[in-house]
T-cell receptor, first 112, second 113 residues
Framework: NAGVTQTPKFRILKIGQSMTLQCTQDMNHNYMYWYRQDPGMGLKLIYY???????DKGEVPNGYNVSRSTTEDFPLRLELAAPSQTSVYFCASSLGGGGEQYFGPGTRLTVT | GENVEQHPSTLSVQEGDSAVIKCTYSDSASNYFPWYKQELGKGPQLIIDIRSNVGEKKDQRIAVTLNKTAKHFSLHITETQPEDSAVYFC????????????FGTGTKLQVIP
């Protein structure tokens, strides 16, 4: 199993551009999450999904959108990128709610 | 909602010494307490977890203790090695159903050879 994969690994965006961060898991997990990690800080939940077709906001959803059309994929969309969205983004999945989460390798995004 | 505080934010120890990281949580309903290790440039990875019906759990050089009354739990690493250098996160949640996991702010552990 590849586990949780994320693309791209690195990206530089100009202010106002848009992009989609891709996340795929091959463990048949129902739950998927997007976090951002700012330098020296912990993980903040952006959005989560409890199954295909079901998504909900986390702590810091503004400026982002998600969709979950399949069990495997959970892309994160950034519209109108702002410098405040410079961060490392992690996708994670879990079999059940509140249990062990499996993280992807992260996407380092810089908005200038 | 749940609030998890983690201390210290940085910790330096000599190789072979022990390291202790402490966390407190606020929601008495939380019953699952995982610890994640994040190596440089990688995503966090679970290293040990404990559930509220257990007071202590050990896995080789790593142990976690839980005090439900005081609402705090700790990670203990004995005989530290350079490869233990990483950022460690504690977390708390209610296992089962959907409950989001609340993470601490992380502890950067440096093991000095």
């Amino acid at each position: 199993n590849a586990g949780v994969t994320q693309t791209p690994k690195f990206r530089i965006l100009k202010i106002g551009q848009s992009m989609t961060l891709q996340c795929t898991q091959d463990m048949n997990h129902n739950y998927m999450y997007w976090y951002r990690q700012d330098p020296g800080m912990g993980l903040k939940l952006i959005y989560y999904s409890v199954g295909a077709g079901i998504t909900d906001k986390g702590e810091v959803p503004n400026g982002y959108n998600v969709s979950r059309s399949t069990t495997e994929d959970f892309p994160l969309r950034l519209e109108l990128a702002a410098p405040s969205q410079t961060s490392v983004y992690f996708c994670a999945s879990s079999l059940g709610g509140g249990g062990e989460q499996y993280f992807g390798p992260g996407t380092r995004l810089t908005v200038t | 909602g749940e609030n998890v505080e983690q201390h210290p934010s940085t910790l330096s120890v000599q190789e072979g010494d022990s390291a202790v990281i402490k966390c407190t949580y606020s929601d008495s309903a939380s019953n699952y307490f995982p610890w994640y290790k994040q190596e440089l440039g990688k995503g966090p990875q679970l290293i040990i977890d404990i559930r509220s019906n257990v007071g202590e759990k050990k896995d080789q050089r790593i142990a976690v203790t839980l005090n439900k009354t005081a609402k705090h739990f700790s990670l203990h690493i004995t005989e530290t090695q350079p490869e233990d250098s990483a950022v460690y996160f504690c977390a708390a949640s209610i296992a089962g159903g959907y409950q989001k996991v609340t993470f601490g702010t992380g502890t950067k552990l440096q093991v000095i050879p």
